[in-house]
């Protein structure tokens, strides 16, 4: 019966958060006579909208980190910026436009809450799941394709359970293309993380190798 309160309450906050987006769009079409205006507005609504909405949720219901269940209201805190951040997710186009500007898509990052260094190099196509969890230290190169992602779900005992763990990459290191960094998993400053190498959750990158899994907080 928890369970199935659990997914309806999930379906209602999803669906809802992304309807007032939808509606925000349409209103502000109909609000404004001028198209360049409209337009103009729409863009500032679909960019800054959601990264503000999250802090809020953040603020009141504390930043999530580490473990947690479906019970827990930081898990709930990380599923509604989970559900803002899935519009960037399904229209891609949208967060390649940033991209052409890297220092605007470093501070929009900044706006979710990661912690971006400088001159960061930003190849097309690169996937950030959880914009609110992500720390990259100065002088990086992101290569084409490169994805990474701070949470993970298991299934344990019979109920879902969330880690949530900020993957950190250090100063002067190169992400290659289409290699994936996992929750908590590090990049060690100077180093070459190879294209389609998946880091796995917590291991650490150095010396041209894994090194075992760093330990979990």
């Known amino acids: 019966m928890l369970q199935n309160k659990v997914t309806l309450v999930k379906f209602l906050i999803g669906n809802l958060l992304q309807a007032l987006l939808a509606l925000g769009l349409v209103l502000i079409f109909f609000f404004f006579e001028n198209f360049l205006l409209g337009l103009l507005v ?15 949720a953040y603020f009141f219901l504390s930043r999530p980190e580490g473990k947690m269940d479906i019970e827990d209201k930081k898990f709930w805190a990380w599923y509604i910026g989970a559900q803002l951040q899935s519009i960037f997710l399904r229209f891609h186009f949208l967060e390649e436009l940033l991209r052409v500007f890297p220092l605007l898509y470093s501070a929009w990052l900044r706006l979710w809450g990661a912690q971006i260094g400088k001159r960061i190099y930003w190849a097309p196509g690169v996937y950030i799941m959880d914009r609110t969890h992500l720390k990259i230290d100065d002088f990086v190169l992101v290569g084409y394709g490169a994805g990474f992602t701070s949470h993970h779900l298991n299934l344990k005992n019979g109920k879902f359970e969330l880690i949530l763990a900020t993957p950190h990459i250090e100063a002067n290191a190169v992400i290659g293309g289409l290699s994936g960094v996992g929750p908590g998993a590090v990049v060690a400053s100077g180093e070459s993380l190879p294209s389609t190498m998946y880091l796995a959750p917590f291991y650490r990158w150095k010396d041209g190798r894994r090194h075992s899994a760093l330990p979990r907080e």
């Open 42 to 56: 729409s863009l500032i609504w679909i960019y800054l909208v959601p990264p503000f909405v999250t802090r809020i």
